[in-house]
């Protein structure tokens, strides 16, 4: 069999890829690559020499044709073995593909412990930031969110401001995905305390209105009998007794507004908001909020698996570094297992 390619199939395939963009050469030749010309020739004298090394390096860049030009050389194993590759690559077979997901599972669970090890990602607050309603329903619902605007030891004042705002944005997502699944208003973040302290002045306020109307209408009555009396239009018996019954169907007005309307003792302002949340806040043991954030975190680093996170996951699943965390892997399982045997 042929060793080489023939100088026809290495002017054909060198030709096209010299016109590539981008194509990759090493620093020392970058200088020499500035022109087709140039370039091809670097293309033909590396495939003539090191074919193996060619393939390695442009092998990604070539057509199926351009591969089956390499038939000849399949008994070098080196060529042999890059050839397979970038042939499963362009027309996997199912086992080529079952072999591709295997390894891009274990790639992204090897970049999941990265991750994990790391602390940051898959920290409470991370994970808060990137799902603050599934965080919410978990965990958030538990806790007492007057904490999260306190100032932090060493913070800066400005570093503060921003925190808070930050936070103002989670809060009204949380809400937003609240309202769009139809929660109940009392379990909306934030009710027990600024909604409910918000619905106690409209109350009062609307209590202060209606007052204000019945002393108007008082008012206009008292006016109405001292125009009729001034007048001589009605005598007085006649105005007392109007007035009379105006006076107590105000009356009677006021209270049925007040059955309607009662007012809540138990929220008013004597009693500080903190305490009335206290009151209505489910509380959780600390090994229960732990966990409930257990599983919390479980959840988040299964839609990391599943390609559900904002990733270049690309950038993972191509990462063949992250291979060798697999390798250690299996040989310490192969260690453990040989030791259970003995």
Not at 92 to 118: E, F, G, M
Request: overall charge negative; some cysteine; charged content about 40%.
């Amino acid at each position: 069999m042929a060793k080489s390619l023939s100088n026809q199939s290495m002017e054909k395939i060198s030709d096209r890829l010299s016109g590539l963009d981008n194509l990759y050469f090493p620093r020392a030749q970058q200088s020499s690559a500035s022109t087709a010309f140039q370039r091809k020739s670097l293309l033909i004298d590396l495939l003539s020499r090191d074919t193996p090394l060619f393939l390695e390096r442009y092998g990604s860049q070539l057509t199926s044709d351009e591969l089956n030009e390499f038939g000849t050389m399949e008994n070098d194993y080196e060529i042999n073995w890059h050839l397979n590759r970038l042939r499963s690559v362009i027309s996997p077979t199912q086992d080529d593909l079952k072999s591709k997901s295997i390894k891009i599972k274990n790639r992204r669970r090897a970049y999941l412990d990265k991750l994990v090890s790391d602390g940051q990602y898959f920290s409470e607050d991370a994970m808060r930031e990137r799902e603050p309603y599934l965080h919410h329903e978990y965990i958030g619902r538990f806790q007492d969110p007057s904490g999260r605007s306190m100032a932090r030891p060493g913070e800066r004042w400005s570093e503060t401001l921003m925190r808070r705002s930050e936070e103002a944005m989670l809060v009204k997502k949380i809400r937003d995905e609240q309202q769009r699944r139809g929660v109940a208003q009392s379990d909306w973040i934030g009710f027990d305390n600024q909604e409910l302290e918000k619905m106690e002045e409209e109350e009062e306020e609307e209590e202060e209105e209606e007052t204000e109307e019945e002393e108007e209408e008082e008012e206009e009555e008292e006016e109405e009998q001292e125009q009729e009396q001034d007048k001589g239009e009605r005598d007085i018996s006649s105005n007392r007794q109007e007035a009379f019954c105006s006076y107590y169907l105000s009356e009677n007005d006021f209270f049925s507004y007040m059955k309607v309307h009662p007012i809540n003792l138990d929220a008013s302002n004597d009693v500080p908001s903190e305490m009335r949340r206290a009151a209505v806040m489910e509380t959780l043991s600390t090994e229960e909020m732990q966990e409930r954030l257990d599983q919390f975190s479980y959840i988040m680093q299964e839609k990391f698996l599943f390609g559900e996170d904002s990733l270049d996951y690309s950038k993972i699943d191509e990462d063949e570094t992250l291979d060798d965390h697999w390798m250690k892997e299996a040989n310490y399982d192969a260690e453990e297992k040989y030791f259970d045997d003995d």
